[in-house]
């Protein structure tokens, strides 16, 4: 059994692993830390865990005493210390927060204005795009899990910038998310009768995933790429919707398109490319580890456009959080990950 540990146990992505861990056979949660909740049992902060999980929130140094596998499910610019003591002792270390998802300290600098505080640790991550860095996570020690915006457009993208089908070096994205999107904490625009009712951009031109996600697409198509990142929230509690926008090379059709992504993804379990005709929708992802990937053509333009869904909480966090875990340990990647989404 894999003793897990997490820090930072007391928020949305941290109470989302162990919902999914509970479910795993081969997992051990060994010890859940908070800052704020240490001593209280878990089912004081989320109810539905009572009667099944009924452990006490400890501290960080108890998680990373006793775990072997550490979570960090923290605000930005907090999991380097903790990653480098799980280096030093030889434990495996999954971020789903931010700082280990940049190549270059100049744009974490420049997006997040934190420095690094142990740069060498920085050459052990891996980025944690389970589908595409599948062979490097499995010797990974120190993964930075995608964010949720990143994780829905990279995997909608993938088979068109690897097979160098795009027009052009940049790609508009209109992004949709549910509020647990942004944690916990309450902002002014997560006040309910803000955002009841309503829909709105935020962070235009100015979101901290735009260099994440420009690095991952230029990492697949060799080549500069650069997007125009609008991301919108959206008033439900889980889920993105990613709707992406490119021009497809003259010499390819869209039948060819079709098909380069069927093949892409026909091993994949968690990514589905949806029939033509049909349209990803939020609802028959939620609660799951799939991304669901729709295509539709502008034949007008020879226009290509990708609607690829995802759960933010599961296959934008603690979803594929896990599903590196189970590479790294060489376990089956879909152990404790199998739901399916509600019907209806
Ligand atoms: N929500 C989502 O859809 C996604 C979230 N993420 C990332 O995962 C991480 C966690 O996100 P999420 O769970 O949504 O956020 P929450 O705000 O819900 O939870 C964060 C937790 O971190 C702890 N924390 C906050 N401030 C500090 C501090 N100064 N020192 C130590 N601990 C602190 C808090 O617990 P306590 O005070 O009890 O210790 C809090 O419960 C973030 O990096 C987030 O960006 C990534 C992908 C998707
Ligand atoms: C709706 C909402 O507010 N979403 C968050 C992003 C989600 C997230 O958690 O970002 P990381 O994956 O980088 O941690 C935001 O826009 O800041």
Redesign the pocket.
């Known amino acids: 059994m894999i003793k897990v540990g997490i820090i930072?146990?007391?928020?949305?992505?941290?109470?989302e692993l162990y919902r999914l861990l509970l479910g795993h056979k081969d997992v051990n949660i060994i010890a859940i830390?908070?800052?704020?909740?240490e001593g209280k049992m878990i089912s004081d902060l989320y109810p539905s865990f009572y009667g099944r999980f009924d452990m006490m929130?400890t501290n960080d140094q108890e998680v990373l005493e006793n775990a072997e596998m550490i979570f960090a499910?923290?605000?930005?610019g907090?999991s380097e210390k903790y990653a480098k003591v799980c280096d030093e002792k030889g434990k495996k270390f999954i971020d789903?927060?931010?700082d280990f998802r940049l190549d270059h300290e100049k744009d974490y600098q420049q997006w997040y204005l934190h420095d690094y505080q142990y740069p060498d640790l920085h050459e052990k991550q891996v980025y944690g795009l389970s589908e595409v860095n599948r062979e490097q996570i499995k010797k990974a020690t120190i993964i930075g899990?995608p964010?949720?915006y990143p994780t829905s457009i990279t995997l909608g993208l993938y088979p068109l910038l690897k097979h160098h089908i795009q027009k052009d070096e940049k790609i508009i994205i209109d992004s949709k998310?549910g509020t647990?999107?942004?944690?916990?904490?309450l902002t002014e625009d997560t006040h309910f009768p803000k955002c009841n009712e309503s829909f709105h951009p935020y962070k235009i031109a100015s979101h901290r995933h735009t260099p994440e996600i420009e690095q991952e697409l230029s990492k697949m198509a060799h080549q500069n790429i650069e997007v125009v990142f609008t991301p919108h929230l959206l008033p439900v509690n889980r889920g993105i919707i990613s709707t992406i926008y490119v021009s497809l090379k003259d010499s390819v059709s869209w039948e060819a398109v079709y098909d380069i992504y069927q093949k892409t993804y026909q091993d994949e379990y968690f990514v589905r490319v949806l029939p033509t005709g049909k349209v990803a929708d939020l609802k028959f992802v939620q609660y799951s580890n799939f991304c669901d990937i729709s295509l539709h053509y502008d034949a007008r333009y020879h226009q290509l456009i990708i609607v690829s869904t995802i759960d933010?909480?599961v296959k934008?966090?603690a979803g594929q959080a896990i599903q590196n875990m189970n590479l790294m340990y060489d376990l089956d990647e879909k152990e404790g990950l199998m739901m399916i989404p509600a019907s209806f």
């Open positions: 930072g146990a007391s928020g949305y992505a941290g109470a830390s908070s800052q704020s909740y929130l499910s923290l605000p930005h907090l789903l927060g931010a899990n964010g949720c998310s647990t999107g942004a944690g916990k904490s933010n909480m934008g966090a």
